[in-house]
């Protein structure tokens, strides 16, 4: 079965980085690509980008462009997410969702369990 | 980008009532690229309508979405007690893809 495993929790102070990372199982990893979603305490999703396992082509949030990195390592099927200058309003839960097509215009059949990062002093 | 307008913002409804959730996008949705996920406390988002009206793996069937364009609906028929949860709705056709902000379907 698919499954979507995520690294834990992370503490960080603001200007700091954080990378978290998403272990996928059951499927062809190159075949879909990854998304990375987060949700801000008690707020809704905000999708933050995409990148294609395939090729490493990304698609990043405008929002988050130029402070966020996803990579892939197909060797070991997991994606990773670097958010860069952590600031206290990236304090949420961090998402990683399979798309279900090779591109990032598909919907997300199956998530990870979600990491929270606190950015805190 | 494209903006998603979810409404009620809660319902309150009894078990084996239908629910009616609506999702409003400010610009039209070409392919009926629309989704919509359910999530309980404390777990991930779990997808239950893609295309705007394609259920996804092991969804109920009381679970139905409908429409195109700007104006999308997902219907539960029947609201059993595990159903009681927040509901988003998503498009996934124009970039950046988004999110509506959601609605709270509790127990009345």
């Known amino acids: 079965q698919v499954q979507l495993v995520q690294s834990g929790a992370e503490v960080k102070k603001p200007g700091a980085s954080v990378k978290v990372s998403c272990k996928a199982s059951?499927?062809?990893?190159?075949?879909?690509?990854i998304n990375w979603v987060r949700q801000a305490p008690g707020q809704g999703l905000e999708w933050m980008g995409w990148?294609?396992?395939?090729?490493?082509?990304?698609n990043y949030a405008q929002k988050v462009q130029g402070r966020v990195t996803m990579t892939t390592d197909t060797s070991t099927s997991t994606a990773y997410m670097e958010v860069r200058n952590l600031r206290s309003d990236d304090t949420a839960v961090y998402y990683c969702?399979?798309?279900?097509?090779?591109?990032?215009?598909?919907?997300?059949?199956?998530w990870g369990q979600g990491t929270l990062v606190t950015v805190s002093s | 980008e494209i903006v998603l307008t979810q409404s009620p913002g809660t319902l309150s409804l009894s078990p084996g009532e239908r629910a009616t959730l609506s999702c409003r996008a400010s610009?039209?949705?070409?392919?009926?690229?629309l989704a919509w996920y359910q999530q309980k406390p404390g777990q991930a988002p779990r997808l239950l309508i893609s295309?705007?009206?394609s259920r996804a793996t092991g969804i109920p069937d009381r679970f139905s979405g409908s429409g195109s364009g700007t104006d999308f609906t997902l219907t539960i028929s029947r609201l059993e007690p595990e159903d009681f949860a927040l509901y988003y709705c998503?498009?996934?056709?124009?970039?950046?893809?988004?999110f509506g902000q959601g609605t709270k379907v509790e127990i009345k």
């Open positions: 059951g499927y062809t990893f190159s075949t879909y690509g």
């Open positions: 610009q039209s949705l070409s392919s009926s690229n």
């Open positions: 998503q498009q996934y056709g124009r970039s950046p893809p988004t």
């Open positions: 990148i294609s396992v395939y090729n490493g082509n990304t």
């Open positions: 969702a399979r798309g279900s097509g090779g591109g990032w215009y598909t919907p997300l059949d199956y």
């Open positions: 295309g705007a009206s």
